[in-house]
Structures are given as C-alpha cells and as structure tokens.
C-alpha cells in the first residue's frame, strides 16, 4: 500500500506562482509513474501531469503546457508540480497519484493505483 500526502496548496493572485509537493512513503517509489490530477467544483477529476519512473519523461494537459513543471526526487519519494502564471480557472483540489509502470506513462483516472487526499489551490482573479 503506498500512501501519499500532498502539500503546497493555498490561495494565490491571478499570475502567481504555487508548488505542490507530494511525499510517499513507498520504498520502491521509482517502480511507480507519478502524476496530479485536479478536481474543481461540480466537474469530473482531469489529468494535470505526469512523470515516468526516471523523471526523463513528462506529460502534460494541454491547459497547463508551458506554466507547469513536473519533477520527482526518487532519493527522497517525492513528486512537485511547479505551477506558474496560475489562472482562476486553476482553482481546484489537487491530487497527486501513482502508477505501477516503467513501461508508460498513464493520462487516465483508472490508470492509476494510488490516491493521496488532495490539496486545495485556490486563485483569485
């Protein structure tokens, strides 16, 4: 069972900057593909990111291309979202999330076999 606890949430202007943390407590975390999803009120869980086992692959939704940066330290087991030029239209819970897989990198909610609680980004315009 890995657990994962994210951290960095907050309330920011329109055009700042947050980053999200997220740490497991799974020894083997480099076995795992790691991403964010974000859930806003009323709408469905979307993808945000992702990151492969070695940290040399990333993928993206193409609302966040470009304002956003995934990374993972597998020294540590962790997982950050750099996210810049934040929108309203960011505002969500976010939700950091694990894949087993070395093969590929997974967009999809079902992908994914672990779920931390979520942290809330909040901004205002």
């Known amino acids: 069972q890995v657990q994962l606890v994210e951290s960095g949430g907050g309330l920011v202007q329109a055009g700042g900057s947050l980053r999200l943390s997220c740490a497991a407590s799974?020894?083997?975390?480099?076995?795992?593909?790691m991403g964010w999803f974000r859930q806003a009120p009323g709408k469905e869980r979307e993808f945000v990111a992702a990151?492969?086992?070695?940290?040399?692959?990333?993928n993206y939704a193409g609302s966040v291309q470009g304002r956003v940066t995934i990374s993972r330290d597998n020294a540590k087991n962790t997982v950050s979202l750099q996210m810049n030029s934040l929108k309203p239209e960011d505002t969500a819970v976010y939700f950091c999330?694990?894949?087993?897989?070395?093969?590929?990198?997974?967009?999809?909610?079902?992908?994914?076999?672990?779920w931390g609680q979520g942290t809330q980004v909040t901004v205002s315009s």
């Open positions: 999330a694990a894949m087993m897989s070395r093969i590929r990198i997974g967009r999809r909610i079902e992908e994914y076999d672990y």
């Open positions: 799974e020894r083997t975390f480099s076995n795992y593909v």
């Open positions: 990151i492969s086992w070695s940290g040399l692959t990333t």
